[in-house]
């Protein structure tokens, strides 16, 4: 159980960093969303799952019900964080950003 | 009480089929009493976990508050007055919960490739895709708005009252992708119910935006 949640976590850490350096990879406004708004959930889904599992390992009730309370922000975190991607891209859309588009790159 | 004309669509306030006690205009007595049992039960359910307490005291304080907020702001948490059928919705929700989990993780890994990918830019292609979509029910609009920004390589950017999604997608694959696969499962935790999949669940109380 302990070495699952370890895996758990180590995970979680590679998706938080990977959209880390998305964020500065990636070409413009649009696209840098995707990394920053997705592989950080999913970073925060594996990383509050290893540390529900966890505080699982010696089962009595109050440890069930923190469990539940970790699993209650992961629910939470998945309907906010995909509604304020959303928002932050339409507001955007709305002010008119230009899109980076793939033969702008090749008239560098 | 609630389902006995499944034909009607437009739920105007002055229709008296489907609520209690319609004399007043606008009075709280409009919302039916499974809307209030329902809230009291979901406020009830959260004080116990969010509390760990089961003594009497905390138990009676909960019963308390639950019973304020279902007096007062039962129609906020459901406002549509059909909410026998909800629970039916809630368990395909429920059916339909892993598969996204499934898609997003295998989605969010084709991400990483791409972040930690030293030629990212020859790989990526962002486009603004726009597709009609056969949704009508304002919740499934929601949750198909969500699992499409919750899948990488998709953010959703704008969703008509008509069912038109705007998605900035941010390569081919990502925009092949959609409806496809997505759409067919979230109708199918609507489409129990015939009077469900056309609009008439959380659209009841406002008659003018019904028909789409």
Same mark, same amino acid.
């Given at each position: ?36 708004g ?18 699982l ?9 923190t ?26 859309m ?15 | 009480?609630?389902?006995?004309n ?21 009075r ?8 209030r ?16 307490r089961?003594d009497?005291?905390?138990?009676i ?9 279902a ?16 629970p ?12 996204l ?31 009609? @979509?056969? %949704? ?6 929601? #949750?198909?708005a969500? +699992?499409?920004?919750?899948? =990488? &390589?998709?953010?959703t950017?704008?969703? @008509?009252? %008509?069912s038109?999604y705007?998605?900035?997608? #941010?390569?081919k694959? +990502?925009?092949?992708?959609? =409806? &496809? ?27 003018g935006?019904?028909?789409?």
């Amino acid at each position: 159980m302990i070495i699952l949640s370890l895996i758990l976590l180590i995970s979680g850490l590679i998706f938080f960093t990977g959209g880390s350096v998305g964020i500065l990879r990636f070409p413009d406004f649009y696209s840098r969303l995707h990394p920053a708004g997705k592989l950080d959930t999913m970073g925060l889904f594996m990383t509050l799952s290893g540390m529900a599992l966890y505080v699982l390992t010696d089962f009595s009730l109050g440890a069930l019900l923190t469990a539940l309370k970790i699993m209650l922000i992961v629910v939470f975190i998945f309907i906010t964080s995909p509604t304020a991607t959303h928002s932050i891209a339409d507001a955007g859309m709305r002010a008119g950003l230009p899109h980076w588009t793939k033969d702008q790159r090749e008239s560098e | 009480m609630g389902l006995t004309n499944p034909e009607k669509r437009s739920l105007s306030p002055e229709d008296p089929s489907d609520t209690k006690g319609t004399k007043e205009y606008g009075r709280s007595s409009r919302t039916p009493l499974s809307t209030r049992a329902l809230t009291f039960l979901v406020c009830m359910i959260t004080w116990v976990i969010l509390s760990g307490r089961f003594d009497l005291f905390h138990l009676i304080l909960g019963v308390i508050a639950s019973l304020i907020v279902a007096a007062i702001s039962a129609d906020i948490l459901f406002p549509s007055p059909r909410v026998e059928a909800l629970p039916r919705v809630w368990v395909g929700f429920l059916k339909y919960l892993p598969w996204l989990l499934y898609e997003v993780f295998l989605a969010n890994l084709h991400v990483l490739y791409l972040t930690f990918h030293p030629r990212m830019k020859e790989l990526i292609d962002p486009q603004v895709i726009t597709f009609q @979509s056969k %949704l009508k029910d304002d919740m499934a609009l929601l #949750i198909f708005a969500n +699992s499409i920004t919750l899948t =990488p &390589g998709t953010i959703t950017l704008y969703v @008509s009252v %008509l069912s038109k999604y705007t998605v900035h997608a #941010i390569d081919k694959k +990502s925009a092949a992708a959609l =409806p &496809g696969d997505m759409e067919k499962r979230v109708e199918a935790i609507f489409n129990d119910r015939p009077d469900l999949s056309s609009g008439g669940y959380v659209r009841g109380y406002r008659p003018g935006l019904c028909h789409a």
